[in-house]
């Protein structure tokens, strides 16, 4: 199996795998107890609390674990929104976010508040300047570092500064760009990042966000007292752990990882556009994360080349499923304008740490048999 | 390790347990099996029935299924070819006062069409399908469709439709098995479905209100105009809800009041009137087909005595059939048969042999 969708989910580092063993075999105790049994354990996830603010230049203080990128999203959104609604009720969030994001929005109208929602440009980007038309009374900015369907980085900063400059918060989901490519949570200004394990090589059911000292964030989960009251219930340990580990190996690979999915990119695209020279690549004139290609080939719809190349043994993703698992067209690609017709012809490859130059030759071989397979079906 | 070159087979999986069981046995037997459940709707506005296939939670019975037995599922986008091949002419039929048989069209088009397509995507030799029915090779090395072995279970009047050209690839794995032999195979496999309630009336139209489908789902406003109850003699008796909600044959929901039971015996769409007349004025001696799909290398010769069935439950009427325009035939019954329903189908059998069908296009009466 060529498995090239990193971006659903990367496997799980071996030194990750035996940090978590060693964790698991550990005392066993509570994190939080008085005895040094207890304190042990606390050491192990101070330790990847330390481990995770490196990787994206935060401190350690401001590292709260949560189950994972959603709920990090859900926290920083709305503990966020309800923290500031005194300050105003209008929250603003790009088009092309996560379901975690929208999810997390469609809470907090529930609740009353106003959501607005920041376009993109054809190119995949969010513009700034759009910060300047938002309502006086919006409270909270929520904005991606990458997007995860077209890898398209956003102005992060840009609209930091914007929104700073109005009196607004900021929130990055970072969650796609973590271990791919340098964050610098000071640099960008932001005041809520969320990040996730399992997206750099550590376990699923694990994440963080960084809260920026001082920002006000409201827990969801209130119990006693951990994660500096933030974030209730007792820490997953072994999660914890092994998310310190992937973090740590992350920032250490990080430049020859990025150069060498760089290079992968390079000669998959090219391969692409040998075998189908009317393929669009979306998102190739605003800067993009390395590892991820989202690619139309026309007429050849991406529920019918997904499983063509699933039977060549090749693992990618269409774009985003709907609940039912069929093929809808892609949120965040109408959001750029991309036509329908192209659209359902969407697929998505992300390649990762255990991507080989030999594996997208194959691949490419796998959709050099698979487009005229597909195209000879009924059109969309 | 050595590894066994396996036949690779695409199975259609509804969610329901003769789907789930059809294409369980296949991957026991040793195939290389891929299931698909087809998305024939968007579902965020469906109003969900147990006993409706390819609903969401019948996509995910179908991956439970595709988990326990280990092989891979896909949900495959189907709801273009299903409102254009299937839902809008059978609001068309309605609406002209013919009476559907939408599932004769989602075996032609989806299950036997637009699946067939996707069997050269993964590379599939057979297509797989819980229907009862059985395909077998011929002692003169033609392809046949034969009825199930369960005859009270027997699909072949739904599969008549069919191109004849697939059947040499596609397998009916309960053909020869019947439906509590079927549940006891899906009990034996631990498939979850295996007590899921009979599929009842059409997958769609879950409460069988037909008209109240296209009414008030689909927005049909065709066919509704109220007009004339008339009796054999032309002369106006009542007043009837529109086409649309009549059928050939129907006796119930009339709203008359007679001396004799009265049946629906015809409908004109044109003059939008509705002949009602008592129960022997609904047989007829014959039919003539629209252009039939043969389920044999050439058609039979003109002249040819064959079963014919004229509805779902009709258990079949010795006839012979004569060739018509346009690949249609003339099928005259040696004893007349009630309710000939236009857009019903016609399917002809010789023995257990399923010669092919087509939807009836007029019927004889003299």
């Known amino acids: ?380 | 390790m050595t590894t066994a070159v396996r036949t690779r087979a695409l199975a259609a999986m509804s969610g329901g347990v003769d789907s789930a069981v059809a294409a369980a046995l296949m991957a026991e037997s040793g195939c290389d099996v891929t299931g698909v459940t087809m998305k024939l709707w968007c579902y965020g506005t469906t109003p969900v029935s147990p006993r409706a296939c390819c609903t969401l939670d019948a996509i995910d019975d179908a991956r439970s299924v595709a988990r326990r037995m280990n092989f891979p599922h896909f949900v495959v986008e189907a709801e273009e070819v299903f409102r254009t091949r299937v839902l809008q002419p059978f609001l068309d039929a309605y609406a002209s006062g013919r009476t559907p048989y939408p599932c004769a069209l989602c075996n032609q088009h989806l299950k036997f069409g637009d699946l067939v397509g996707r069997m050269e995507l993964i590379g599939a030799e057979l297509l797989v399908t819980g229907h009862y029915a059985q395909v077998a090779r011929q002692p003169d090395d033609s392809w046949a469709l034969l009825r199930a072995i369960d005859r009270h279970k027997d699909q072949t009047y739904a599969l008549a439709g069919i191109p004849y050209g697939v059947l040499p690839r596609v397998r009916f794995p309960l053909g020869s098995l019947t439906k509590e032999e079927v549940r006891a195979q899906a009990s034996r496999l631990a498939l979850t479905v295996w007590d899921k309630p009979e599929s009842q009336d059409l997958c769609f139209v879950p409460d069988g209100d037909y008209a109240g489908f296209a009414t008030r789902k689909l927005g049909e406003t065709r066919g509704t105009a109220h007009g004339a109850f008339v009796d054999l003699a032309g002369r106006t008796i009542g007043e009837h809800e529109g086409i649309l909600h009549y059928t050939v044959g129907q006796r119930r929901g009339l709203g008359i009041a007679a001396s004799e039971r009265l049946y629906v015996i015809d409908i004109d769409a044109p003059g939008n009137t509705v002949t009602l007349g008592p129960r022997a004025a609904l047989d007829c001696d014959g039919l003539v087909t629209g252009p039939m799909n043969w389920l044999l290398p050439a058609p039979p010769a003109d002249g040819a005595r064959v079963t014919a069935r004229i509805r779902y439950g009709h258990a079949g009427a010795d006839a012979v059939i004569h060739a018509r325009e346009e690949g249609a035939v003339e099928v005259r019954f040696d004893v007349p048969q009630p309710a000939v329903a236009p857009g019903q189908s016609c399917v002809l059998y010789d023995g257990e042999r399923c010669l092919g069908g087509a939807p009836i296009a007029s019927s004889i009466r003299r």
């Open chain 1, 1 to 380: 199996m060529i498995y090239l969708d990193h971006n659903a989910s990367t496997p799980v580092r071996p030194e990750v795998a035996e940090a978590m063993r060693e964790a698991l075999a550990g005392s066993g105790a509570n994190p939080s107890s008085s005895h040094r049994e207890g304190q042990h354990e606390r050491a192990r996830i101070e330790q990847a609390r330390e481990r995770v603010a490196a990787l994206v230049h935060a401190h350690p203080d401001q590292v709260v674990f949560t189950s994972g990128g959603t709920e990090g999203d859900h926290l920083a959104l709305m503990g966020a929104a309800w923290g500031l609604r005194e300050r105003g009720k209008t929250v603003a969030i790009s088009s092309i976010e996560h379901h975690a994001v929208h999810g997390a929005a469609a809470w907090l109208k529930d609740l009353g508040f106003t959501i607005a929602h920041l376009p993109v440009r054809p190119d995949g980007m969010t513009d700034p300047s759009i910060i300047n038309d938002l309502p006086r009374d919006t409270s909270l900015v929520s904005l991606m570092l990458a997007n995860n369907e077209t890898g398209v980085l956003q102005p992060v900063a840009a609209v930091a500064a914007r929104a700073h400059a109005r009196g607004m918060r900021v929130h990055c989901d970072a969650v796609q760009c973590a271990g791919k490519m340098p964050i610098d949570t000071d640099a960008l200004d932001v005041d809520y990042l969320v990040i996730s394990a399992h997206k750099i090589g550590g376990p699923k059911g694990v994440g963080a966000v960084i809260v920026r000292t001082g920002a006000p964030l409201t827990p969801l989960l209130r119990g006693s007292g951990h994660e500096r009251g933030l974030r209730g219930g007792t820490e997953n340990l072994p999660g914890i752990v092994g998310f310190g580990r992937a973090a740590e190996l992350a920032l250490r690979d990080l430049a020859s990882e990025r150069t060498r999915l760089l290079a992968l990119r390079e000669r998959f695209e090219n391969g692409l556009r040998a075998i189908a020279p009317d393929a669009v690549i979306h998102g190739t004139s605003a800067p993009r994360l390395p590892n991820t290609v989202n690619v139309s080939i026309p007429g050849a719809r991406s529920d019918h080349m997904l499983m063509a190349l699933d039977a060549e043994g090749v693992a990618v993703s269409a774009g985003a499923a709907c609940a039912s698992g069929g093929v809808e067209p892609s949120p965040v690609l109408a959001a750029m304008g991309v036509p329908r017709e192209l659209a359902v012809c969407a697929l998505r490859f992300s390649s990762g740490r255990t991507t080989t130059e030999r594996e997208i030759d194959d691949a490419l071989a796998a959709i050099g048999r698979a487009v005229p397979k597909a195209r000879a079906l009924a059109p969309a």
